[in-house]
């Protein structure tokens, strides 16, 4: 029986989507490395040698302080502040969420993250975050192209989650700079909300409605096989359309954290301590916008002043984990009934993060 005529067809296209995926990997590869792995590399040696941590405390930016009257000042120096530490970060999420949406077959990812259960596909989601190591901002926009590739809320909330709260490199400089117990408390608590706190979120927002299986996975669409010039145009295209909808929306709302930082962060040495405060912290750091590791001096400018075990458990989970802009940016995306659980996922889990410190 003679071969059907489409084949060759049907090898150019499957070659195409082979050749895509292998260019999203090696852009992946390059930028993460230039961004993140070589970066926090030589920045844990640093740490190693120096036995303290040597970074700023974003917050202070300008010298604003805790109860300080909102202003432009703050707000310009925050941002500057801000942007000098995250614009690599950013920059190379932009150019892997276009990579998701313009060089990767749209049923590829789904096929990846999406599992039998939203257990298993937030298991997936937080295991595909490890490597990328974001803050919970510059990760939004790939949770953008996740979603839009057809991926599932719980795989996707918990890659946004699993960034900031399972980054192996901020886990390695609290290793090296902080008490053990904030080491703990935050891998504890964070494989929680990213596992089992995502596959909630997704049951609740998602309702009745099964996960999708495999079987069920949205069908593939390869990038052109005829003209590659036509995928890079995409491409191109693709970043440019994200850049100017969520760059611009992400920096107004950061220029409005960081002129009222001083009153949405009124938490210092005389604050006191009680349950009050635990939840006042947990609310405040859900909210907060802070750059990769920006806790860590933060936390230990706390400790210094004498702030109690409870708010510092709080924040040391709820700083990193979500933010106003991340909120803000993934909201159309995921929809706002689990962009909105997912933000009480976060005040829940600076809640449990602050009863693991308390008893540890």
Known sequence: MPEPTHTPTRRRTAHAAVVGVLLAAVLFVVVLLWSKWLPYTAQAVRVWDLGTWSGTNVWGAGGVRPGDP????????????????????????????????????????????????????ALAGGLGSTPSMMCTCCAAPVVVSLRRSGVSTAAAIAYWLGNPLLNPAVLVFLVLVAPWEWTATRLVVGLLIV???????????????????????????????ERPARV???????????????????????????????????????????VLLVVLAAVVGTLMVIPTAGEIPILQGLALAGVAAGPIGALLVTLPVVSLPGIVMVARALGWRATAGTGALAVLGGLLGAGVLLVL
């Not at 596992?195 to 390869?222: F, K, M, T």
């Not at 191109?236 to 954290?257: D, F, K, N, Q």
């Open 232 to 274: 890079l145009s995409r491409f191109a295209g693709t970043l440019a359309r994200m850049a100017i909808v969520l760059v611009p929306e992400y920096l107004v709302v950061v220029l409005l954290v960081g002129a009222f930082r001083g009153w949405l962060f009124p938490i210092d040495g005389a604050a006191g301590a009680g």
């Open 195 to 225: 596992v089992g706190g995502a596959a909630l979120v997704a049951r609740l927002a998602d309702g009745r409605q099964a996960p999708p299986a495999l079987a069920d996975a949205v069908p593939a669409e390869p990038v052109d096989a």
């Open 70 to 121: 909102p202003s432009w000042h703050a707000a310009t120096s925050f941002v500057v502040a801000y942007g000098q530490a995250v614009w690599k970060a950013l920059l190379a999420a932009l150019l892997i969420s276009a990579a998701l949406q313009a060089l990767v077959p749209r049923g590829w990812m789904p096929r990846l993250l999406n599992r039998r259960s939203r257990l298993a596909s």
